[in-house]
């Protein structure tokens, strides 16, 4: 069973719907008979719903202040539970009541006691949830097909016992009592919510986390503590003698500070283990007998304790595997420290280096916050139906680590974890976290004028960016800087078709076929001669450029394109111009022509890759649109040029281009903008539409060109981001090792040199493969530092410390040389000529 939209009318900031209902936005399939029902809307057609859409994995609510968003999320929850999201106000959620009624809606007006309505359209029901249902309501599903059987549930109590009206099919509606709504409500998705203002906390009392076993509570960790020691505190209270508003009389002042105390630790207590019960008991899987074995070993016996953190800790590696959600190093580790009772959170990285929290930035400890609360959600919704919620979470995460969390909200929806049964929805601000792979997810809010109260801006208008960007406050380009990983095009309609192209065919679990367009950066020169300028000016001082393909056109200028940024540019005799500069290997500029071949027609352009027979079908629409007059006066003509069998043989797009000039005397040229927009419009109709513009075997074609772009673009990334960590590694051991020489010009402690050595040996992580080699050579120099400390020696002076330090310059020179040395040359500790006496 999944949520298919929701409905709200006089709900909070939704009044009632004055924008209607486009019929892109709301499928033919799902019926509303709660519009014109007469018991459930007296006035019947005049105050419709609002209705939202839902995907069936994610979606994402986008909005300016005001605007509705969190409203949203909790109209869902208090239909599926009866009690909204948690916020400052109501740490539980607040109950479903009267006080939820729009301000200015007409209602108020008319009548004070009324109740808004809100509820939820499900659909894609299982044959035992339909009889389930059935059973409790009397109502018999029309069709035994899951995927066509629909139902809702609209919350509008009155004075009666009435709660609910439930209603499927067409015209089949019945009513519900408290205690049927109760019975459905188990039935329903329930509700899990991602707290965003939750942050992990340093340390904690091992004896606080066992209370929260003992509590067994999954939200609220040792709330009835909280509230006993609550309650023994205010009883304490009231035995104290008032004098007067400024002076309180306490006969024994000790006690009253007691009493205190253990209401004050209750309360913290109970706010900060809820988190920590969430990772230990649920994620883990660490039982309550583990932590009370280690709460009662003796300090005598602590390494009994050390052996079980350690296994933790590698539970921690296994069940979170961090380093992949939390990319800025692939070395991340979170871990347990245990001493005297309290359990510590520590952080290492590829330094090698031990950091505590508070050494760390804050949006680290919300990010692993956020990872554990999904990481639970995910342990517990296996097999089973759940809606995930969650209110604003970029406040606290930089750009990257919003782009971590979008991958954890996919592996929380995936197949391979929920079985396709979570749906998520979510609220945010930032543009980071809105998946360009499947723009579809978004549903704009926005405050409407007066009394018009929260509005849903249709899909039609998503389609272009604009509203997007103005909800969120964004005001620059949508790619103004180069990102880490980029794909740069010649112009605006290639950067256009290949972004749309990959949207409308890459699927969730399919995603891997195309480019994840939250990694990679697909950049516009504006035109061939631009990308020079732009690679040129991505670089800053002797700095390389990021890891960078280029897609070039197979047309003379995209030819000379090539030669200037790889450096092979060479002016002619008498020309002014200079010899190009290399700014990029040739191995990651790629041509469009040697990518994709075709024997119908050539292809020049990005936009050649669409099969002549779909172009076509898309300038058809197109002239029928946009110019109808010149389609009426030229259409015979335009046709017999259309049927002409050598139409594409210069590439699709420059023939028609020509083809529409030669039509209009010159007067129009191809908007390659607006076809292209007809053809996704017309993709998109494939599957309603009755009538088949576009054959479906074009489609394949396209479809297996996208992905043979996809797959040799990525095959480059791949490269160049390979490059780019060799020649970033490179720096920055060559960079350590100028920094230790200068340390240490004369002396070095043995110890010292080790910690160097093993310092270096992280870094190679970051070559790659490439560092395989150096790896080698770095783990030999270890084992003679190995040989050094067992002989008791603890520092390295005069003409032996000279000799490593001839060994650390040539490491600098070239790191990734350096075992060839090793290979031919020999070095200093295998030569006992040199004066150094090998251990």
């Given at each position: 069973?999944?949520?298919?939209?929701?409905?709200?009318?006089?709900?909070?900031?939704?009044?009632?719907?004055?924008?209607?209902?486009?019929?892109?936005?709301?499928?033919?399939?799902?019926?509303?008979?709660?519009?014109?029902?007469?018991?459930?809307?007296?006035?019947?057609?005049?105050?419709?719903?609002?209705?939202?859409?839902?995907?069936?994995?994610?979606?994402?609510?986008?909005?300016?202040?005001?605007?509705?968003?969190?409203?949203?999320?909790?109209?869902i929850?208090?239909?599926?539970?009866?009690?909204?999201?948690?916020?400052?106000?109501?740490?539980?959620?607040?109950?479903?009541?009267?006080?939820?009624?729009?301000?200015?809606?007409?209602?108020?007006?008319?009548?004070?006691?009324?109740?808004?309505?809100?509820?939820?359209?499900?659909?894609?029901?299982?044959?035992?949830?339909?009889?389930?249902?059935?059973?409790?309501?009397?109502?018999a599903?029309?069709?035994?097909?899951?995927?066509?059987?629909?139902?809702?549930?609209?919350?509008?109590?009155?004075?009666?016992?009435?709660?609910?009206?439930?209603?499927?099919?067409?015209?089949?509606?019945?009513?519900?009592?408290?205690?049927?709504?109760?019975?459905?409500?188990?039935?329903?998705?329930?509700?899990?919510?991602?707290?965003?203002?939750?942050?992990?906390?340093?340390?904690?009392?091992?004896?606080d986390?066992?209370?929260?076993?003992?509590?067994?509570?999954?939200?609220?960790?040792?709330?009835?503590?909280?509230?006993?020691?609550?309650?023994?505190?205010?009883?304490?209270?009231?035995?104290?003698?008032?004098?007067?508003?400024?002076?309180?009389?306490?006969?024994?002042?000790?006690?009253?500070?007691?009493?205190?105390?253990d209401?004050?630790?209750?309360?913290?207590?109970?706010?900060?283990c809820?988190?920590?019960?969430?990772?230990?008991?649920?994620?883990?899987?660490?039982?309550?007998?583990?932590?009370?074995?280690?709460?009662?070993?003796?300090?005598?016996?602590?390494?009994?304790?050390?052996?079980?953190?350690?296994?933790?800790?590698?539970?921690?590696?296994?069940q979170?595997?961090?380093?992949?959600?939390?990319?800025?190093?692939?070395?991340?580790?979170?871990?347990?420290?245990?001493?005297?009772?309290?359990?510590?959170?520590?952080?290492?990285?590829?330094?090698?280096?031990?950091?505590?929290?508070?050494?760390?930035?804050?949006?680290?400890?919300?990010?692993?916050?956020?990872?554990?609360?999904?990481?639970?959600?995910e342990?517990?919704?296996?097999?089973?139906?759940?809606?995930?919620?969650?209110?604003?979470?970029d406040?606290?995460?930089?750009?990257?680590?919003?782009?971590?969390?979008?991958?954890?909200?996919?592996?929380?929806?995936?197949?391979?974890?929920?079985?396709?049964?979570?749906?998520?929805?979510?609220?945010?601000?930032?543009?980071f976290?809105?998946?360009?792979?499947?723009?579809?997810?978004?549903?704009?809010?926005?405050?409407g004028?007066?009394?018009?109260?929260?509005?849903?801006?249709?899909?039609?208008?998503?389609?272009?960016?604009?509203?997007?960007?103005s909800?969120?406050?964004?005001?620059?380009?949508?790619?103004?800087?180069?990102?880490?990983?980029?794909?740069?095009?010649?112009?605006?309609?290639?950067?256009?078709?290949?972004?749309?192209?990959?949207?409308?065919?890459?699927?969730?679990?399919?995603?891997?076929?195309?480019?994840?367009?939250?990694?990679?950066?697909?950049?516009?020169?504006?035109?061939?001669?631009?990308?020079?300028?732009?690679?040129?000016?991505?670089?800053?001082?002797?700095?390389p450029?990021?890891?960078?393909?280029?897609?070039?056109?197979?047309?003379?200028?995209?030819?000379?394109?090539?030669?200037?940024?790889?450096?092979?540019?060479?002016?002619?005799?008498?020309?002014?111009?200079?010899?190009?500069?290399?700014?990029?290997?040739?191995?990651?500029?790629?041509?469009?022509?040697?990518?994709?071949?075709?024997?119908?027609?050539?292809?020049?352009?990005?936009?050649?890759?669409?099969?002549?027979?779909?172009?076509?079908?898309?300038?058809?629409?197109?002239?029928?649109?946009?110019?109808?007059?010149?389609?009426?006066?030229?259409?015979?003509?335009?046709?017999?040029?259309?049927?002409k069998?050598?139409?594409?043989?210069?590439?699709?797009?420059?023939?028609?281009?020509?083809?529409?000039?030669?039509?209009?005397?010159?007067?129009?040229?191809l908007?390659?903008?607006?076809?292209?927009?007809?053809?996704?419009?017309?993709?998109?109709?494939?599957?309603?539409?009755?009538?088949?513009?576009?054959?479906?075997?074009?489609?394949?074609?396209?479809?297996?060109?996208?992905?043979?772009?996809?797959?040799?673009?990525?095959?480059?990334?791949?490269?160049?981001?390979?490059?780019?960590?060799t020649?970033?590694?490179?720096?920055?051991?060559?960079?350590?090792?100028?920094?230790?020489?200068?340390?240490?010009p004369?002396?070095?402690?043995?110890?010292?040199?080790?910690?160097?050595?093993?310092?270096?040996?992280?870094?190679?992580?970051?070559?790659?493969?490439?560092?395989?080699?150096?790896?080698?050579?770095?783990?030999?120099?270890?084992?003679?530092?190995?040989?050094?400390?067992?002989?008791?020696?603890?520092?390295?002076?005069?003409?032996?410390?000279?000799?490593?330090?001839?060994e650390?310059?040539?490491?600098k020179?070239?790191?990734?040389?350096?075992?060839?040395?090793?290979?031919?040359?020999?070095?200093?500790?295998?030569?006992?000529?040199?004066?150094?006496?090998?251990?």
């Amino acid at each position: 069973m999944k949520i298919a939209s929701v409905l709200l009318r006089w709900y909070k900031s939704f009044n009632i719907n004055y924008m209607g209902y486009p019929e892109d936005r709301i499928p033919d399939k799902i019926f509303r008979p709660w519009n014109d029902n007469k018991k459930l809307n007296p006035l019947t057609g005049k105050y419709p719903f609002i209705e939202i859409p839902l995907e069936k994995d994610v979606t994402t609510i986008v909005g300016g202040n005001e605007s509705g968003k969190s409203h949203l999320l909790s109209a869902i929850s208090k239909v599926l539970t009866g009690k909204g999201i948690p916020d400052a106000y109501c740490s539980e959620g607040s109950v479903f009541s009267r006080t939820d009624l729009c301000h200015y809606t007409a209602q108020r007006s008319i009548n004070a006691t009324d109740w808004p309505n809100i509820g939820l359209v499900f659909d894609e029901l299982s044959d035992e949830e339909s009889e389930s249902i059935a059973q409790i309501t009397s109502a018999a599903f029309p069709t035994k097909d899951a995927k066509d059987r629909h139902f809702a549930i609209v919350l509008a109590p009155t004075g009666t016992d009435l709660q609910a009206f439930f209603f499927w099919g067409k015209d089949s509606m019945a009513m519900l009592d408290r205690s049927k709504l109760d019975k459905i409500r188990k039935l329903l998705p329930r509700v899990e919510f991602i707290k965003s203002d939750l942050a992990m906390c340093d340390q904690f009392v091992i004896n606080d986390l066992i209370k929260s076993y003992n509590n067994n509570s999954g939200g609220s960790a040792d709330s009835t503590y909280g509230h006993a020691e609550a309650s023994k505190f205010l009883n304490y209270c009231d035995q104290l003698n008032f004098k007067d508003a400024n002076s309180i009389s306490i006969s024994d002042p000790k006690k009253f500070f007691e009493h205190y105390s253990d209401f004050r630790k209750s309360k913290l207590n109970s706010e900060k283990c809820d988190l920590e019960l969430l990772l230990f008991r649920d994620v883990l899987g660490i039982s309550l007998d583990a932590l009370e074995y280690v709460a009662n070993l003796g300090i005598n016996v602590r390494t009994h304790a050390d052996s079980l953190v350690n296994l933790w800790n590698n539970e921690i590696d296994n069940q979170l595997n961090l380093s992949h959600y939390w990319r800025q190093d692939d070395s991340f580790k979170l871990r347990i420290n245990y001493k005297h009772g309290i359990l510590y959170f520590e952080i290492t990285d590829r330094t090698g280096v031990t950091y505590c929290f508070k050494e760390r930035s804050s949006g680290l400890r919300y990010f692993l916050s956020y990872y554990i609360q999904a990481k639970a959600i995910e342990r517990s919704a296996k097999g089973s139906n759940a809606i995930i919620l969650m209110d604003e979470p970029d406040s606290f995460l930089s750009i990257v680590g919003q782009k971590n969390l979008l991958s954890i909200f996919e592996s929380l929806v995936g197949s391979d974890l929920s079985n396709q049964k979570c749906q998520l929805v979510y609220t945010t601000h930032s543009p980071f976290l809105i998946n360009r792979n499947f723009p579809f997810r978004l549903r704009l809010v926005r405050k409407g004028d007066v009394e018009e109260g929260t509005q849903v801006v249709d899909k039609a208008m998503l389609r272009r960016y604009e509203p997007v960007r103005s909800a969120l406050g964004i005001d620059c380009a949508q790619t103004l800087f180069m990102g880490a990983t980029n794909l740069v095009v010649e112009g605006p309609s290639d950067q256009f078709v290949l972004c749309e192209l990959v949207r409308y065919f890459a699927h969730q679990d399919t995603i891997s076929d195309y480019l994840d367009l939250n990694s990679i950066t697909v950049l516009s020169a504006e035109n061939a001669s631009g990308i020079e300028k732009l690679l040129s000016a991505s670089q800053w001082g002797n700095e390389p450029i990021p890891a960078t393909v280029v897609l070039l056109d197979s047309d003379p200028a995209g030819e000379t394109a090539k030669l200037k940024i790889t450096g092979a540019f060479k002016p002619q005799k008498g020309n002014s111009a200079k010899t190009s500069q290399r700014l990029i290997e040739d191995a990651y500029v790629l041509s469009i022509g040697q990518l994709i071949k075709s024997d119908s027609s050539k292809i020049i352009s990005t936009e050649d890759i669409i099969p002549p027979a779909m172009y076509i079908s898309a300038v058809k629409e197109y002239l029928k649109r946009w110019m109808p007059e010149e389609w009426e006066r030229y259409k015979a003509e335009a046709n017999a040029c259309f049927s002409k069998s050598d139409l594409g043989k210069n590439g699709i797009v420059d023939d028609m281009d020509e083809l529409i000039r030669e039509i209009t005397g010159g007067a129009r040229s191809l908007d390659k903008f607006g076809i292209f927009q007809e053809l996704i419009d017309l993709l998109t109709q494939v599957d309603s539409s009755e009538e088949k513009i576009l054959q479906n075997d074009d489609i394949l074609i396209l479809q297996e060109r996208v992905k043979a772009i996809c797959f040799e673009v990525r095959k480059a990334i791949s490269g160049s981001q390979q490059a780019a960590r060799t020649l970033s590694g490179k720096q920055s051991i060559t960079r350590f090792c100028r920094d230790f020489s200068i340390q240490h010009p004369y002396a070095c402690g043995v110890y010292e040199l080790h910690l160097f050595l093993a310092r270096l040996q992280n870094e190679v992580e970051i070559l790659g493969i490439d560092g395989d080699l150096f790896a080698a050579s770095i783990k030999r120099l270890l084992t003679h530092v190995h040989s050094i400390r067992k002989a008791n020696q603890s520092e390295l002076r005069d003409v032996e410390w000279q000799c490593w330090l001839k060994e650390i310059e040539r490491i600098k020179h070239n790191p990734l040389m350096y075992e060839v040395y090793l290979s031919s040359e020999g070095n200093f500790l295998e030569k006992p000529e040199t004066g150094v006496t090998t251990p």
